[in-house]
């Protein structure tokens, strides 16, 4: 008997959504960062100035026959696929009816596409915080998709299931360098949700460790194989520490004597200087314009040294100038929010002619938007979002014992709020994208859960299995 093979509506939405963006911006809108990684794929000699994950991975791609537009179309597709896959799983936890999870997944997809958000252009940037976003949808989406499969035994496509998780919680480490935290919060998920598949424990072990091991094998892949040069960028964020503690207290210069002073004192720019002192050393992004002063600081021998004195004898300084960085990243003001155009390069990269009108009209209207003084909240600052996750996780905590899906998605929940909470201990710029992985993740679980409310009430007294 033959059966009739049918599309779902939101599956077509990803494919046409995903190329339309795509050919918009063919080949893609690259920032400095991602003609970095380019042109080290293309050189094949690797530094870890910035991640060097992609520039792997663009490396092989390359080699394999494939190109820098065949690429970024690749990950379009795995951004909207994710989006959608995410928020199917999501509605699914929450036992909504086929139909309606499809309507949900169409329309957030929809309006995640509408100038109200920037995540169309996301997925054509070559970007690390862009892969590291569809790291994330897919290792939640696999998490929850194993979770469904309400079988006690563990079945072959399990296995398979578990495997790709773990791959994919090793990429989520290993394409920025403070992702790496999410470790914990992921492994945890992970594990709760195999210990309700009733894995033995020698399994979650193995599970748990899988990833750090891998991860671990990587590190030591970089540098004593592929010969990584080091380029020792942890040296940014404490220049960004250091000149924002002189410029937020001179004091510290007077009392501690120390040489890092006569680079910063009376040399950053007030375009430089964030709220009451706190400085974020680029102004745009998308330019080559850096504070001179800072970049003196950042190669000056005594930055290390003259760091720890300084958090050692001002520690409540170090404090007050990390939470005005964080603080200023959080909000709107403005800023550098997403890449619209290609650095200018001698690569030979440069967007297609054939859309510029429309391609105009599109960053035009996300201008606009991050311009409203309502709009720019929802849109275009990561503050709101780190709220209603606070929120959410509050409402788990009340709702937990009523079914343990509650217990689960608070774990979801931890996941972006991990992420924000890393750039308190290392921030090297305020720069929106830097955290948009974690607004994107919480706006689709936001739509998912509040889209389920109703499906919620009917079905609340389910449990899921213990």
């Known amino acids: 008997m033959k059966q009739n093979f049918r599309v779902s509506a939101s599956f077509l939405i990803c494919i046409i959504l995903g190329f339309i963006v795509w050919a918009l911006f063919y080949p893609g809108a690259f920032s400095v960062d991602s003609l970095y990684a380019y042109n080290e794929a293309l050189i094949g000699r690797f530094t870890d100035a910035r991640p060097p994950l992609m520039a792997f991975v663009l490396f092989l791609f390359f080699k394999a026959g494939g190109t820098i537009g065949l690429f970024t179309l690749v990950e379009c597709l795995l951004g909207y696929l994710g989006v959608r896959n995410l928020l199917l799983a999501l509605t699914d936890l929450f036992s909504a009816s086929r139909a309606r999870r499809e309507g949900i997944a169409s329309a957030g997809l929809l309006l995640l596409s509408s100038p109200l958000s920037p995540m169309p252009v996301y997925f054509v940037t070559l970007w690390f915080d862009s892969w590291l976003a569809i790291f994330l949808l897919w290792t939640l989406y696999f998490m929850l998709a194993l979770l469904k499969n309400r079988g006690d035994a563990i079945s072959r496509s399990d296995v398979i299931t578990i495997i ?250 931890l996941v972006p709020l991990a992420y924000e909470l890393s750039y308190l201990l290392a921030l090297t710029a305020s720069d929106f994208r830097f955290m948009y992985p974690s607004t994107l993740l919480t706006q689709i679980i936001t739509i998912g859960i509040v889209a389920t409310l109703p499906e919620q009430r009917i079905s609340g007294a389910k449990v899921l299995p213990p």
């Open 164 to 413: 790709i998780i773990g791959i994919l919680i090793t990429l989520v480490m290993l394409v920025r360098w403070n992702s790496v935290t999410l470790y914990p919060i992921l492994i945890l998920l992970f594990c709760s949700i195999l210990i309700r598949r009733l894995v033995p424990r020698r399994m979650l072990i193995l599970v748990a460790m899988s990833p750090l091991a891998a991860y671990i094998l990587f590190l030591f892949f970089e540098y004593y194989v592929a010969e990584v040069k080091a380029m020792h960028t942890e040296r940014v964020s404490l220049a960004l520490d250091l000149a924002s503690m002189i410029v937020y207290e001179p004091s510290i210069c007077e009392t501690l004597k120390l040489q890092s002073c006569e680079l910063v004192n009376g040399k950053i720019t007030p375009e430089f200087v964030v709220g009451d002192g706190a400085i974020d050393h680029t102004i745009n992004q998308g330019l080559r314009w850096m504070e001179p002063a800072f970049i003196s600081l950042v190669n000056h021998k005594s930055l290390t040294s003259d760091m720890l004195q300084a958090a050692m004898h001002f520690p409540g300084t170090y404090a007050k100038v990390k939470a005005l960085n964080f603080l200023d990243y959080m909000t709107p003001r403005p800023r550098y929010y997403f890449q619209s155009f290609i650095h200018p390069n001698d690569l030979g990269l440069y967007l297609n002619s054939q859309f510029d009108s429309v391609r105009t009209r599109y960053i035009a209207l996300l201008h606009w938007v991050y311009s409203h003084p309502i709009l720019k909240m929802l849109s275009f600052a990561h503050v709101t979002w780190m709220i209603l996750d606070l929120g959410g996780l509050l409402y788990c905590f009340v709702m937990h014992r009523h079914s343990s899906r509650y217990a689960l998605l608070g774990l979801i929940l």
